[in-house]
Nanobody
Framework: QVKLIESGGGLVQAGASLRLSCVGS?????MGWFRQGPGKEREFVAS????????NYADSVKGRFTIARDNAKNAAYLQMNSLKIEDTGVYYC??????????????????WGQGTQVTVSS
């Protein structure tokens, strides 16, 4: 099974930016980012197809977050700009070995990283 390791989380003020990274032990096809805020269920944030041509975003992050990938490094990234307090949570990277599309559902993914904490303060 592919192992995913996230990094780049931290504590920032509202309006700031962060870039999350997710590196896999082997190549993935579909990759995505999810998050879980305090007292909330995990929710979809963004996903990207194997070739980067298709990207999906949650409505709450459209225009602020950008997902990208570098297949040569088995990596996916989440650039987060104009961060809001409600973006606080643990951010998880997810992957699928063979599915080519940009997937939105948790159940679509085969493996997950351990998560990285993002805290946005006022």
């Amino acid at each position: 099974q592919v192992k995913l390791i996230e990094s780049g989380g931290g504590l920032v003020q509202a309006g700031a930016s962060l870039r999350l990274s997710c590196v896999g032990s082997a190549p993935s096809s579909a990759m995505g980012w999810f998050r879980q805020g305090p007292g909330k269920e995990r929710e979809f944030v963004a996903s990207i197809s194997w070739d980067g041509a298709r990207r999906n975003y949650a409505d709450s992050v459209k225009g602020r977050f950008t997902i990208a990938r570098d297949n040569a490094k088995n990596a996916a990234y989440l650039q987060m700009n104009s961060l809001k307090i409600e973006d606080t949570g643990v951010y998880y990277c997810a992957g699928h070995l063979s599915h080519l599309s940009a997937l939105r559902r948790e159940s679509d993914y085969e493996y997950w990283g351990q998560g990285t904490q993002v805290t946005v303060s006022s």
